[in-house]
């Protein structure tokens, strides 16, 4: 079976002349490779440097099929998208042609038109997956128009959360991010992971004021030092220099690290006790699966389906509005836990991180579209 997924995962050339990309996307498709004869990727090629996130695949199943890097708000971006239209419809059906199951990575500026372009055209078996916020309320005009197109069709969508009223054809669907040896890795690590008198935060992810770094920095301006140990900043973004001089005025340990390979980011859960996730907008971010797996309690913003897994002072810690001063006060109510209620959280998180294997995903892919 060939398997055919259109997204707008960046792909670069490293310096010994291999494709790699985003490394979430490409652990995802070469965690699911040995179910499909062939996965072919049309994606967008870059001719920057590629991040240290980045990963190469490691299947001779997967092939990578470049579309040009194209995307952003100026009025020369917007153009240079609607002049490569007919380019990327000419691919993308060369490609579904001799696929028998594509997946359409959404909301993305090329889901505009590829969506109407394969509900009328293809009659190919497939789905969409919706990554984004799916309940929100003030979507960009290109998303609700995604929105709409995809509620309105017979195939099959996956979202993040279960929604009142969902439609027939719209499915919830967990991220995956855990491999069964994440699964080994992370009991062991729970098994002898113990709250200490100094806590470790971190925070793994863009460093832009969506995903709520900023807010993060001016909290713990805010906070007593005392109990804290280190702040571990995983990321790279617009924000970066703005938050290693800020970041500067605090009195606690704090490590900005950018972008990690994955097993250096599990070393920063392993080390760390809480992870902090204060987004503006998201779906369900994978950091919040992963650091479950690995021990780390979850302070996160009640947006999308995250209230959904994360209960306040059940398994972590929900912010109900994402503002600075309660963030705060979460911050504060976990360094005050006992080390036998955290013990609790930890264990209610492992066992629910397993709807985030790439074993998990697997089954559900072959129950929902592979029959």
């Given at each position: ?5 259109i ?22 498709l ?13 994606a ?49 059906s060369s ?11 959404t ?113 713990f ?7 804290i ?14 938050i ?23 070393e ?38 995250i ?53 998990y ?11």
């Amino acid at each position: 079976m060939r398997l055919l997924v259109i997204s707008h995962t960046r792909h670069y050339k490293n310096e010994n002349g291999d494709i790699v990309g985003w490394g979430p996307t490409i652990t995802e498709l070469n965690n699911i490779a040995d179910e499909f004869n062939e996965i072919v990727h049309v994606a967008m090629f870059h001719s920057e440097k590629p991040p240290k996130s980045s990963l190469p695949y490691n299947s001779s199943k997967i092939k990578f099929v470049p579309l040009p890097a194209l995307g952003g708000k100026t009025i020369f971006n917007k153009l240079k998208m609607i002049l490569n239209i007919p380019r990327i419809i000419r691919v993308v059906s060369s490609e579904l042609k001799s696929s028998d199951v594509f997946q359409l990575r959404t909301p993305t500026g090329i889901a505009v038109f590829l969506i109407p372009y394969i509900t009328i055209f293809s009659k190919v078996n497939g789905w969409y997956k919706y990554a984004g916020n799916w309940t929100q309320i003030n979507k960009p005009l290109g998303y609700r128009l995604q929105k709409w197109m995809l509620k309105n069709q017979k195939r099959k969508v996956t979202i993040n959360g279960e929604w009142n009223n969902q439609a027939q054809n719209i499915l919830t669907f967990e991220n995956p991010c855990l491999t069964a040896k994440d699964r080994l890795n992370g009991k062991n690590i729970i098994e002898n992971k113990k709250l200490t008198e100094e806590i470790n935060y971190c925070f793994v992810g863009g460093l832009n004021y969506n995903k709520g770094i900023d807010k993060i920095i001016e909290s713990f301006k805010l906070l007593p030092s005392e109990k804290i140990g280190t702040l571990h900043i995983v990321g790279d973004g617009e924000l970066r220099e703005m938050i290693e001089e800020d970041a500067k005025q605090l009195s606690i340990d704090v490590k900005i690290h950018g972008s990690l390979p994955k097993n250096e980011v599990q070393e920063i859960y392993k080390n760390s006790h809480f992870i902090l996730v204060p987004s503006k907008n998201e779906g369900f971010p994978k950091v919040i699966g992963e650091a479950m797996n690995f021990g780390c309690v979850p302070i996160v913003s009640n947006v999308s389906c995250i209230g959904q897994y994360v209960k306040n002072d059940y398994n972590g810690f929900l912010i109900q509005l994402n503002t600075i001063e309660n963030l705060k006060s979460m911050i504060e109510k976990s360094s005050q836990i006992t080390g036998d209620r955290y013990n609790i959280y930890k264990d209610i998180n492992y066992k629910l991180a397993n709807k985030f294997t790439y074993q998990y995903y697997i089954e559900r892919i072959k129950k929902e579209f592979l029959n």
